[in-house]
């Protein structure tokens, strides 16, 4: 079993910045895809980003340029750096790790991010 905590959400002005992290548990992060998604009230969560173990990273358009996505095996921790953020950049943001053995997947309790003037 894994778990994951995020943290880095909140309030901020269209424009600005802000960084998630979301931090595991266990021994074997280093073996794991970790993802970032995304959801609206109403709307399916949607994937975001991706960090693949060898530190190869893929973003969806809508965020490409703005976001990067970047992993510390040695903390365990997988972080979204958001800039230029947009109003319909908001929403609650998800960490997801997908364990390759199991093929079990494993998710944050989301951390809430609004853009607003």
């Known amino acids: 079993q894994v778990q994951l905590v995020e943290s880095g959400g909140g309030l901020v002005q269209p424009g600005g910045s802000l960084r998630l992290s979301c931090v595991a548990s266990?021994?074997?992060?280093?073996?794991?895809?970790m993802d970032w998604y995304r959801q609206t009230p109403g709307k399916q969560r949607v994937w975001v980003a991706g960090v693949h173990t060898s530190g190869a990273t893929n973003y969806v358009d809508s965020v490409k340029g703005r976001f990067t996505i970047s992993r510390s095996n040695a903390k365990n921790t997988v972080s979204l750096q958001m800039n230029s953020l947009k109003p319909e950049d908001r929403a609650v943001y998800y960490c997801?790790?997908?364990?390759?053995?199991?093929?079990?997947?494993?998710w944050g309790q989301g951390t809430q991010v609004t853009v607003s003037s």
């Open positions: 266990g021994s074997n992060f280093r073996l794991y895809a």
């Open positions: 997801h790790a997908r364990d390759p053995y199991s093929k079990n997947d494993y």
